[in-house]
């Protein structure tokens, strides 16, 4: 990062902002379709259970494997739980695949997917979401490279003197074509990794890009890097939404799910960056 601005400064102000919005938005509570509004609404609360699809997903959604309390954890649980808590019904899981995640939907067998989903235009034809994450990226370099040593933001990277290195067959080089079109950009084969940091070590590029939730990981395991934007976290580039998907034609369903998501959205903010951050 640049000199004067730290990770946990920045991640520590995020939490402190979430936790103090929670006071004011926890006072309003969603509103539960009565009773023969919803078919959905009134057939979760007969059987006395939310059936949610589940698949573990990090930062997301995250499967406990230590045999003893709460099955899963993450934002989306987080969410989960707060919609049964207002329906007054407990959560059911659902185990599901990648492949099946969507499909089962349309089946019945679940009332919710809470398995992350990038929403889609092809997706968003077969089924409705309630938003409450993104999945986004950051651009990395050296912090000793010279070419940014004027770089402040995202777009001063708009130039023809630097290289970004990205890994063939992601959508990130038609994303950098259009945002930073001035920018040299070079495909390397995948090797495994989060990003191929051995490009900006050999100096064969100046910017790698990168998942915003690996950026602290990566800060704490590679000295004398900076990013772009200095607040990754909350990096709008290439941002994709992330949501709970449910069945088509559900108006009143699907509207009390995104109230309960507006709603607890700094409780969801804050469970993401504790998970991001390992705090």
């Given at each position: ?278 705090e």
């Amino acid at each position: 990062m640049k000199p004067g601005i730290s990770t946990r400064a920045v991640l520590s102000a995020a939490m402190v902002f979430a936790l103090t919005a929670t006071t004011a938005n926890m006072a309003i509570a969603a509103d539960v379709p009565a009773q023969g509004v919803s078919q959905r609404v009134d057939e979760i609360k007969a059987r006395g259970s939310l059936r949610v699809a589940v698949l573990g997903e990090m930062p997301w959604l995250i499967e406990n494997t230590a045999g003893e309390g709460e099955a899963f954890s993450g934002p989306s649980w987080v969410l989960a739980n707060e919609y049964a808590k207002q329906l007054g019904v407990s959560l059911e899981l659902v185990p599901v695949s990648h492949e099946t995640k969507i499909p089962i939907i349309a089946t019945g067998q679940v009332d919710v997917t809470i398995a992350p989903l990038s929403i889609t235009a092809e997706r968003e034809k077969v089924v409705d979401f309630a938003i409450y994450s993104k999945s986004s990226i950051c651009l990395v370099g050296k912090a000793s490279d010279p070419k940014l040593a004027d770089v402040a933001t995202v777009d001063d990277l708009n130039r023809d003197d630097i290289t970004m290195a990205f890994f063939v067959g992601t959508a990130v080089e038609p994303w950098a074509n259009g945002r930073l079109p001035n920018m040299q950009v070079r495909g390397v084969g995948g090797t495994g990794a989060t990003a191929p940091i051995e490009e900006l070590q050999s100096g064969r590029a100046n910017v790698v890009p990168l998942d915003n939730t690996k950026w602290p990981e990566l800060d704490k395991a590679v000295s004398g890097l900076t990013v772009f934007p200095a607040d990754c976290l909350a990096s709008q580039e290439m941002a994709t939404p992330v949501g709970h998907a449910i069945d088509k034609n559900q108006p009143e369903f699907l509207a009390f799910l995104r109230a309960v998501a507006e709603e607890v959205q700094p409780l969801v903010t804050a469970e993401e960056i504790r998970v991001i951050t390992g705090e």
